[in-house]
Nanobody
Framework: QVQLVESGGGLVQAGGSLRLSCVASKRTSSSYRMGWFRQAPGKEREFVAAIDRSGGSKYYAESVKGRFSISRDNAKNTVYLQMDSLKSEDTAVYYC?????????????????WGQGTQVTVSS
């Protein structure tokens, strides 16, 4: 099993920045594609960003492209999501997820392990 723990959420004004972190429990987490998803009240969980095992390939939802940046430090078993130019519509619970089985893609069902989520609230 892989345990994922997110941190870094909080309340920020529109235009501000936050950096989310996700620490994985196993050293082998460097073998997994990792993703960030978010879920706003009353909405479906949606893909935000993903990064491959080496960190060489990164993928973003159109709504965050150019504002968010995903990265990873495999030595620390940690994945980051740098969020800049935040908007009120970015308000959501953000989840870190691991694609352990290597299925690829951006659908939530393709990710096998999830963190508990961290709340991000952007005030306008």
């Amino acid at each position: 099993q892989v345990q994922l723990v997110e941190s870094g959420g909080g309340l920020v004004q529109a235009g501000g920045s936050l950096r989310l972190s996700c620490v994985a429990s196993k050293r082998t987490s460097s073998s997994y594609r990792m993703g960030w998803f978010r879920q706003a009240p009353g909405k479906e969980r949606e893909f935000v960003a993903a990064i491959d095992r080496s960190g060489g390939s990164k993928y973003y939802a159109e709504s965050v492209k150019g504002r968010f940046s995903i990265s990873r430090d495999n030595a620390k078993n940690t994945v980051y999501l740098q969020m800049d130019s935040l908007k009120s519509e970015d308000t959501a619970v953000y989840y870190c997820a691991a694609d352990v089985l290597g299925r690829g893609g951006f659908q939530s069902y393709k990710y096998d392990y999830w963190g508990q989520g961290t709340q991000v609230t952007v005030s306008s």
